[in-house]
């Protein structure tokens, strides 16, 4: 692994280091998601079979119409079936329940992702439980998040932001049994999974929360620290140990009157101050966000091998 973090030659010197390697997220997912349409065509070749992915869409938020657009174009660029599903905000839970329990029985479709958040009189759980668990390509069936947090187990899919985050750790070296990790956030889409991963690969984790108290000095003791809250550059240099790996997941949109927008998308990490004494680090945007979608096809692919494996 790159660690940029030069020791101090004596303890009169200042501490002297060079900046972060950057983790480049969009590179990384951009050859996952070549890797997706070679490996989609080498399957529709062999057994005629083309990888579909239903999006199921309830209500109107804009932000979770902007996501799947984003997840359906995604799916089709890289020659994967995308079978889209709009419901309006009112659409009761039954009827979500039986066309995910149809989806679930459809042999055309390989993966199914219920965009989340959903309207608050339907239960998450009870709609993401009829997911059947071989196309629970977004890993939110509470079975595969169960198997998650037990050892032993593997489930058969992992969420796709925390499965990115892995990846990025992996592809850029980052050793991660002994390590000390520490994931900020626990959420049921982020934190908490992400934390269940590093654990089941032999870090020690500690999750901290809004709750938590005085969480720099945890911060510090991190080799790889997780930013998953949502708080604009939360995470300060002085949190930061030099040479530790610097995950940000976080998107925060900002005022910036440069951009004809007026806005931009910064993380939960100051990034030009953490880069000065982060071994490794993700930019926001370009580091964790295209990750996500490329986990989301590559779960896809391998829901269309299992499909597969299970016919002949
Ligand atoms: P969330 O559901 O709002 O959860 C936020 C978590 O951060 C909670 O566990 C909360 O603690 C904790 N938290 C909030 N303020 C804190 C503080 N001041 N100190 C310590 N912990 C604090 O958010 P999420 O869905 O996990 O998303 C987190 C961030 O990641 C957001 O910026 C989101 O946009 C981004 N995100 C990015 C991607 C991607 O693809 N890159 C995907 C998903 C999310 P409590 O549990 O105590 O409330």
Do not use: W
Request: aromatic share 2%; proline share 6%.
């Amino acid at each position: 692994m790159h660690r940029s973090y030069r020791k101090p030659s004596n303890d009169t010197i200042a501490e002297e280091y060079v900046t972060a390697h950057i983790i480049d997220g969009a590179k990384i997912a951009e050859d996952i998601r070549n890797q997706v349409k070679r490996e989609a065509a080498a399957l529709k070749a062999k057994s005629g079979i083309t990888p579909g992915l239903a999006t199921v869409l309830v209500g109107d938020n804009p932000a979770s119409h902007a996501y799947v657009r984003s997840k359906r174009k995604t799916t089709a660029d890289l020659g994967l079936e995308s079978f889209g599903y709009e419901m309006p905000k009112e659409t009761t839970q039954a009827e979500v329940v039986a066309l995910v329990r149809r989806l679930s029985a459809d042999p055309k479709v390989h993966g199914i992702l219920v965009q989340l958040p959903l309207p608050a009189h339907i239960s998450e759980e009870a709609v993401l439980g009829e997911v059947a668990l071989d196309k629970d390509v977004d890993g939110f069936n509470p079975i595969n998040i169960g198997k998650l947090g037990m050892k032993n187990r593997s489930p058969t899919f992992a969420p796709c932001t925390p499965a990115g985050v892995i990846e990025l750790l992996e592809r850029t070296g980052t050793p991660l049994e002994g390590a000390n990790a520490v994931v900020l956030g626990r959420s049921n889409i982020v934190g908490l999974p992400l934390s269940l991963l590093l654990l089941g690969r032999n870090a020690t984790v500690t999750v901290c929360h809004s709750r938590t108290r005085d969480i720099a000095p945890l911060t510090r003791a991190a080799d790889i620290l997780v930013a998953a809250i949502g708080r604009t550059r939360f995470v300060t240099a002085h949190m930061v140990k030099p040479g530790a790996v610097v995950i940000d997941v976080g998107i925060n949109e900002i005022a910036d009157a440069s951009k004809k927008s007026g806005k931009r998308l910064v993380g939960d990490v100051d990034f030009d101050a953490v880069k000065e004494v982060a071994g490794a680090i993700t930019p926001v945007p370009g580091g964790v966000g295209p990750m996500t979608i490329a986990m989301l096809m590559r779960n896809t692919i391998r829901a269309a091998e299992i499909a597969t494996a299970k016919c002949t």
